[in-house]
């Protein structure tokens, strides 16, 4: 998500929303998206035993996590080197101290003890990890110690599941606890959608049509009959930004754009509304 003020909370039905300015180009928001990735150091359980991240492939089979939801790949995109925020996550396990390195919007599946409303494990953004959360294991969980935010200069690995409600078992080479993460794009609970107004907009087709890291996301956009160009709907309500959401909540967060935009006006071709996936 880019760097801005928040200006205004709105209602966008299921899908909580927010308004926010970014003051900069378009060049300080592209590196830090899709950043649901791990670090080239993390190795993942398949059926056949364990991996680096950097041999995961299409189709490759992982151990599952989450009942009912398989864990095959549909693609593993190595995304080149540039600076990251980062969450590195301090934690004790059943037999000894480890720590997980993680793009601060990868997916994990957590325990928050100290909260009365979730008393179950579910999918969380790493940068929302707080000390004294459990992430589950295989057999257990691990207890988050120290959870240490940090921008590094590193190239990221991006995998995406057929069932985008799968998760997989990832782990580093400081243990062999494993911990259950999920794949990009995993839809999380209680997702919030911002409005990013910018000031230049000049290189946004060229964007949005080839990032490599707005692949997945634009794939699973078309895959669902949508487009990331909101022009594309000839819907004078909603105006000609850009969509950077989950697929499955892409028809929410459209309908609550053309309410938006019957009170307030449409959106323009400097604006993008983004998940905070993203």
Known sequence: MADGNVAAALDFADAEASEA?????????????????????????TRAGTISVLEVCEGCELVPGR????????????????????????????????????????????????????????????????SGDHLRTRSSHATVTRAEHDMIDTKVVEIQLMDVRGSFFV????????????????????SSVSILHFQRWDKFRQIFRESPMLAACREQLESGDWSMDLGELGDRNV?????????????????ALRLRGMQQGPLHLSDVVVADEF
């Open 239 to 255: 105006g000609p930004a850009k969509l950077v959401v989950r697929a499955d909540m892409a028809w929410r967060v459209i309908a």
């Open 21 to 45: 300015v970014a003051n900069e180009s378009t060049s300080v928001w592209m590196p830090q998206a899709q950043q649901e990735c791990l670090l080239p150091k993390a190795r993942v359980l």
């Open 171 to 190: 782990g580093d080479n400081s243990s062999d606890t494993f911990v259950e993460a999920c794949g990009a794009l995993a839809p999380l609970h209680g």
């Open 67 to 130: 009942q009912g939801h398989e864990a095959e790949v549909r693609s593993a995109r190595v995304h080149e080197s540039c600076e990251r925020r980062v969450v590195i996550l301090h934690c004790q396990g059943e037999f000894d101290c480890w720590s997980l390195t993680v793009t601060m919007s990868h997916a994990l599946i957590v325990l928050r003890p100290s909260c009365q409303q979730r008393k179950t494990f579910q999918p969380m953004l790493a940068s929302e990890v707080q």
